[in-house]
């Protein structure tokens, strides 16, 4: 078959890899392919064991792989046969020099810029896809139109909004599509090209147009006003364990009001995830470059009180422990940063496991997705640490059981059998608000939850 339109996307994690999938299966005259410079991770998605986990992503891969979707490592190539290139490649927090901490380094993003620009004979669209600070695209649009090739790049802003585990239907069905461009006529038809690929499934009305630098900061800003919800709501719980109250309960009070909104505003031990906390620390960067010290001190605020929530978590644990955890054995239950993905990047799990190993508590991770990235998180670990892919078998003999992240099976667990394989007093700590509390402490459990007064036997 003859296809309308070549596109190639640079990259293929967990953004480039599932939006792909979508193009592909949404668009089928459009061939799509995925490149990246990692051979492992090509031959993942190629096989019937793809590198990632995300519930509904194997069904739509199956589907369109072979057909119109291709996965390769051939970037050259790649490069030069497509008609709109979609660049989604890490862009992780600096670690070393000007900016080390906060700052996004992008050093792989520039590399990708100047691969398009080496391989490319004809005039392309390049499409950011990776979140970006503010005026990136137009640190491309230099590199890329600073040539002798008489070959024109017009470069295009399309954040993505996807969250982990739910990809497919943030895919499927987005709250928004958000393109950004420059307002001149080439910059206008790259936009109407890019809108033209989501209008296959996505309602006219939900695509909005603005100006780069609005998409560009739009992301941020999106992800900053999230975690600053989740934020908001961890200092409250605190401030409920002390006084009685019940943070479900305030939150639910609170999110009925419709000015507010009764989404993210779950307290937990805090947000992780790839994307929160390198976003606000990038937004932090870029205010403080611009002088703007009171505004990136309120936004890293956001970062600092989670923190704070995670290390509060591990004094509870400790405090109630009769303040020594050590040689006691922990199981957690839990390691992914949220239910439904195998994805450990920033999980509070990490803090919290790394604060108990330091107390030098036997800990035992447990996770139906996440155990493999645990292992490699946790490598270097010299301390008593083992991982146990049956929750069972973890908990066994265990003084405290922790629950870290909100897997839907942890809530179908036969506690009892559990309670019976522990150590007594047995602790259950739910850094989620999961589990049935009442019944937990009914069954003998001494039960510590988020934002809750604690049910004690003693
Ligand atoms: C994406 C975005 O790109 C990031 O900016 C956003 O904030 C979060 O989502 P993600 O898909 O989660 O990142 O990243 P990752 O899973 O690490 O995938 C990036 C891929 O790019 C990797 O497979 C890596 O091998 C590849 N890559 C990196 C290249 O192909 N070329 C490079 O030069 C660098
Ligand atoms: C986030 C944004 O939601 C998404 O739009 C963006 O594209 C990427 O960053 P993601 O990090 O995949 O997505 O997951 P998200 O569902 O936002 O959860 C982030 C973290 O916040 C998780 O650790 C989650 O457990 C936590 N969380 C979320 C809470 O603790 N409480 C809540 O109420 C909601």
């Not at 051939?74 to 490069?79: D, H, L, M, N």
């Not at 419709?258 to 976003?279: N, P, Q, T, Y």
């Not at 239950?333 to 509070?348: C, H, Q």
Request: proline share 3%.
């Amino acid at each position: 078959m003859e296809f309308e339109k070549k596109i190639l996307c640079i990259g293929a994690g967990y953004v480039g890899g599932p939006t792909m999938a979508m193009i592909a299966a949404k668009c089928p005259r459009y061939k799509v392919t995925v490149v990246d410079i990692n051979p492992a991770r090509i031959a993942a998605w190629n096989s019937d064991s793809l590198p990632i986990y995300e519930p509904g992503l194997d069904v739509l891969v199956q589907k369109t792989r072979g057909v119109n979707l291709f996965f390769s490592t051939a970037v050259e190539a790649g490069i030069r046969d497509a008609d709109i290139i979609f660049v989604s490649v890490n862009t992780p927090t600096k670690t070393f020099g000007q900016g080390a901490g906060k700052a996004a380094d992008l050093q792989f993003w520039e590399k990708t810029a100047r691969q398009i620009l080496a391989y490319s004979t004809a005039d392309k669209i390049v499409v950011d896809k990776s979140t970006l600070p503010v005026r990136t695209a137009e640190a491309m649009e230099r590199i890329l139109n600073n040539n002798t090739k008489n070959v024109h790049f017009e470069v295009v802003s399309n954040p993505e909004f996807l969250a982990e585990g739910t990809a497919i239907a943030d895919l499927e069905n987005p709250d928004r599509v958000l393109i950004g461009s420059q307002e001149t006529p080439t910059g206008l038809a790259a936009r109407k090209a890019i809108v033209d690929i989501y209008s296959h499934w996505v309602r006219r009305d939900c695509i909005l147009e603005s100006n780069v630098w609005s998409a560009e900061l739009s992301k941020l800003t999106a992800n900053a006003f999230l975690a600053q919800r989740i934020s908001s709501i961890s200092p409250i719980s605190a401030l409920c364990e002390k006084t009685q109250a019940d943070v479900v309960e305030v939150a639910n009070a609170i999110g009925r009001d419709s000015r507010i909104g009764g989404k993210f505003l779950k307290a937990g031990v805090g947000f992780g995830g790839s994307c929160f906390k390198k976003d606000i620390l990038n937004l932090v960067y870029i205010c403080q470059s611009y002088g703007l010290t009171e505004v990136a001190e309120y936004w890293e605020s956001v970062v600092k009180i989670n923190g704070w929530q995670e290390n509060r978590f591990i004094r509870t644990m400790l405090e109630n422990m009769f303040n020594t955890v050590a040689g006691k054995r922990i199981a957690l239950l839990g390691f992914a940063f949220k239910a439904d993905t195998g994805d450990t990047r920033e999980s509070p799990a990490l803090v919290i496991a790394r604060g108990l190993l330091e107390e030098r508590a036997q800990v035992v991770i447990t996770d139906p997705k996440a155990l493999d990235n645990a292992r490699q998180d946790l490598h270097a670990v010299k301390e008593d640490l083992s991982f146990e892919a049956d929750p069972y078998c973890a908990a066994e003999g265990a003084h405290a059981v922790v629950l870290l992240t909100d897997w839907k099976l942890y809530q179908d667990l036969d506690y009892q059998r559990i309670l019976r394989s522990m150590e007594h007093p047995a602790f259950l700590f739910d850094g989620r608000n999961l589990l049935d509390h009442k019944k937990l402490f009914e069954l003998g459990f001494n039960v510590f939850a988020i934002g809750k007064a604690p049910l004690k036997h003693f």
